[in-house]
């Protein structure tokens, strides 16, 4: 967030501009990625606590896999109304709720003893958490102008690798608690993994800025700059299409963008929850195995990074969405065919390059054109339909696996849905000039 970084989208930058955009930066992004660390983690540990949690209740791969993507069922069902009611009621409280919410059903899956408790407590965490990632996404909307969108929603999302490249070993680890006050390492695992993100919402009442003229910790000149450069974007995006709530619910652009967006993220959720089981195989401890499972993020941290400040600097949008994901298809397929760990791991590592290179660009395609409560209810939709693939890709690697014994077709027949939305975004032809109207061109 320095002043070379932010100057980075274009030539050189205002005085303002660029006190501006460092005073939101540093306000902001640290604690969106630090709620979203949580918010991450708490929704894929699963993946770690099933390495003893699965035995221990003698879940077969298909509970585990109906358990695991039952979660994106609430979410899809309440995505919309939450940041909906996000948009009347104002980030700081809404996002507090949602917050202190999950984390209270996230450590309450250490009290699963069933199958019937784990899918009731797993579907109850999805109601809890929907509404956070949209509602993100929506605002920082009102903070960043679109040349900035990019590497701000890119840093934000920042939180999903590291959220495992720090969680996988510290999941490793806290397994290895079995016994300690007579629970099981996985339930401890529940429990510590869910207090901050309750302590977190609390502070999340009274830290976030709902809009920037409600920011007393920018100057009058610095409000008076941001509030002209979002006008003159609004101004575009109503000049070249405005959009009732209804309207934008129905657009096929919108629905084109939910499947691409549901391709995107069944590659996601397949990897994150199958590959600590996947590396597990290898013959490695859990310890051993968190810190394995962390490597593909590691690199997807990195190449997000650079690859969102590259869509930046070119002013270019739809080749960044769409390339990643067919890297992810070819990537996953070539896995399933490999048996040696170390070639099977680079693989993945590839696959996983591509999923959070996608991740950095993809939202700034619908911000582009959306605004105002069609952004709210828009940016739900194409995020709880993208997330049904959260159950389809688990699921199909989970059925997989119980019919076959091993993961290998499951990841075959997983590259389909990035390779099907690669293909989408070429073909939508979806354009972003409007996303850089009302501003000077300065290249």
């Not at 109850?124 to 996404?137: Q, T």
């Not at 070639?343 to 999923?355: E, K």
């Not at 105002?372 to 693939?389: D, F, K, V």
Request: proline share 4%; hydrophobic share 55%.
């Amino acid at each position: 967030m320095s002043q070379s970084t932010i100057a980075a989208a274009g030539g050189a930058k205002s005085d303002i501009e660029t006190s501006t955009i460092n005073a939101i930066s540093w306000r902001l992004i640290p604690f969106l990625i630090l709620a979203y660390f949580f918010s991450y983690l708490d929704r894929v540990n699963l993946g770690f606590a099933a390495l003893t949690m699965n035995a221990e209740l003698k879940f077969t791969p298909l509970i585990f896999a109906w358990g695991a993507g039952i979660f994106f069922i609430g979410y899809f069902i309440f995505e919309v109304p939450s940041n909906l009611a996000l948009e009347k009621f104002g980030a700081s409280r809404w996002i507090a709720r949602i917050m202190v919410t999950w984390g209270i059903i996230s450590a309450l899956m250490a009290t699963v003893s069933g199958e019937w408790s784990f899918y009731i407590l797993r579907f109850l965490l999805g109601v809890a958490e929907a509404g956070f990632f949209p509602g993100i996404i929506l605002y920082l909307t009102y903070w960043y102008p679109a040349e900035y969108r990019a590497r701000f929603l890119a840093a934000f999302a920042l939180a999903v690798p590291v959220s495992t490249v720090i969680g996988a070993p510290i999941s490793g680890y806290l397994l290895n608690l079995d016994g300690v006050m007579g629970l099981k390492g996985w339930q401890w695992l529940f429990i510590i993994e869910g207090i901050p993100s309750v302590l977190l919402g609390i502070v999340t009442w009274f830290y976030l800025t709902d809009k920037p003229e409600r920011a007393d910790w920018l100057s009058a000149d610095q409000k008076a700059w941001l509030s002209a450069r979002l006008k003159a974007e609004l101004a575009a995006k109503q000049a070249a299409t405005h959009l009732t709530l209804g309207q934008a619910l129905s657009s096929p652009k919108v629905i084109a963008l939910s499947l691409i967006y549901f391709g995107f993220v069944g590659a996601l959720y397949g990897m994150q929850f199958w590959l600590p089981q996947i590396v597990k195989a290898f013959g490695l401890t859990n310890v051993q195995t968190g810190f394995v499972t962390a490597i593909p993020y590691l690199f997807g941290t990195v190449a997000m990074i650079l690859w969102a400040r590259h869509s930046d600097a070119t002013r270019e949008r739809v080749a960044h969405v769409g390339a990643p994901l067919l890297l992810t298809a070819i990537a996953l397929g070539a896995s399933s065919y490999l048996t040696d760990p170390t070639a099977t791991m680079v693989a993945l590592t590839i696959a996983g390059i591509g999923v959070f290179c996608t991740f950095a660009v993809f939202w700034t395609l619908p911000t582009a054109w959306l605004s105002g409560t069609a952004a709210a209810g828009a940016i739900a939709l194409i995020n709880s339909i993208g997330n049904l693939a959260g159950f389809g890709g688990p699921y199909l690697i989970g059925w997989v696996k119980e019919a076959t014994g091993n993961t290998s077709t499951g990841l075959l027949g997983l590259a389909i849905l990035p390779l099907i939305a690669g293909l989408l975004v070429f073909a939508g032809q979806h354009k972003s000039a409007v996303e850089f109207a009302g501003q000077p061109q300065e290249r």
